[in-house]
């Protein structure tokens, strides 16, 4: 038995779900993911998780083809069979499995130019396809439309949608898929718990330097405020708007001013830019108020923009809340029928 879970966008929830419906199967469960994408000090955090809440016994760098995405044309170019290694690959991370996860990277379309897109991997190891559709309900609609014409256009096999993270899809949205032969195997809310960044996260993406705060690395992250501004006109600014909950505060290692300011607001975290050092005075408040600092080399664009990419990290904490939800919001009675 397998299955094949990819996404109409980036960060749909493929991981949540594909991690929920296999803590659903009484039997031993194997994971696939051809073509890595969250790669945090050389592994794969997707495969690092179902290792650790599957007990896999593989070596994880196995478990991907390639993880670096820029760098597959020059592999294709010095070794043509990377592609045909798919199905090699697959039967061997499925030994002693009964059940196979196989994960795609970004969205269905990621790896056409490999020969590695969703459709392709799933009729090259006759896999049916889930697809994980988030967004607005019409958006969710047009791209499962296409999504479901990728596969058949290719006769690759095709189960159906899951809805994730989309609060406005109602029945009437799920009829519109069900009348165009698209079945709806799912509709999952959103659950703050899985949406929102800790510190921890933030600071992982970002690949950068803990120099204080270390206490308050659970911390929430809603919001992202670059400190480009002087002090005076950050002081004003602040006087006549309300500061974001929740907010990490992205600004120079050299401006003591701005850091001032976040601690002033009690932000959840200080992100210091351009791999200049604070003040041993700035670090021991830090310290004091439990407000993580960390160091990046980036400048403050990039690196605030690298902020609000990113997610919270699924962990094996969340494994109950996960369970609970599959089984609450999904069919698993037509999965499991579907990928028979």
């Known amino acids: 038995m397998r299955v094949l879970i990819t996404s109409t966008k980036k960060k749909a929830g493929k991981t949540m779900i594909g991690l929920g419906i296999g803590l659903h199967h009484p039997g031993p469960v194997g994971f696939f993911k051809p073509l890595g994408t969250n790669i945090v000090r050389g592994m794969d955090e997707d495969v690092l ?6 007990n896999l016994e593989e070596d ?3 478990v991907n083809l390639s993880q670096d995405y820029h760098r597959i044309l020059h592999d294709l170019d010095s070794d043509p069979s990377l592609t045909s290694q798919l199905t090699g690959r697959f039967e061997h991370l499925s030994t002693g499995k009964d059940f196979m996860i196989i994960e795609t990277a970004h969205t269905l379309t990621y790896g056409s130019y490999t020969g590695l897109n969703a459709p392709q991997i799933a009729r090259a190891l006759e896999c049916p396809g889930i697809v994980v559709a988030q967004g607005a309900p019409e958006t969710i609609i047009d791209k499962s439309i296409m999504a479901r014409h990728c596969f058949e256009d290719i006769e690759a096999p095709f189960c159906g949608v899951i809805v994730n993270k989309s609060p406005r899809f109602s029945s ?10 698209i079945p709806v195997l799912g509709v999952i ?3 703050e718990e899985l949406q929102t960044p800790t510190c921890e996260d933030i ?4 690949d950068g330097e803990l120099l204080a705060g270390e206490k308050g690395l659970c911390k929430k992250v809603e919001n992202t ?3 480009a501004m002087t002090y005076d006109t950050a002081q004003r600014t602040l006087q006549t708007m309300k500061f974001p909950h929740n907010a990490v505060l ?20 200080l992100v210091l830019t351009g791999n200049t050092y604070p003040s041993m005075t700035i670090l021991a408040q830090a310290d004091e108020l439990h407000i993580p600092v960390v160091m990046v080399p980036h400048d403050t664009m990039t690196a605030a923009m690298r902020c ?8 094996s904490s969340h494994v109950p809340l996960i369970k609970t939800l599959i089984k609450t919001h999904v069919d698993l009675d037509a999965v499991w029928k579907a990928v028979q």
């Open 49 to 54: 998780l179902f290792t650790d809440i599957f």
């Open 60 to 62: 994880p760098h196995m």
């Open 172 to 181: 009437t949205h799920e009829a519109q898929l069900t009348r165009r032969g």
């Open 189 to 191: 809310p959103e659950v």
């Open 203 to 206: 600071i992982d993406a970002l």
């Open 225 to 227: 405020i670059v400190g």
């Open 250 to 269: 992205v600004t120079g290692g050299d401006r003591a001013d701005m850091q001032i300011i976040a601690f002033e607001l009690r932000s959840s975290l």
């Open 308 to 315: 609000e990419e990113v997610s919270a990290r699924i962990t």
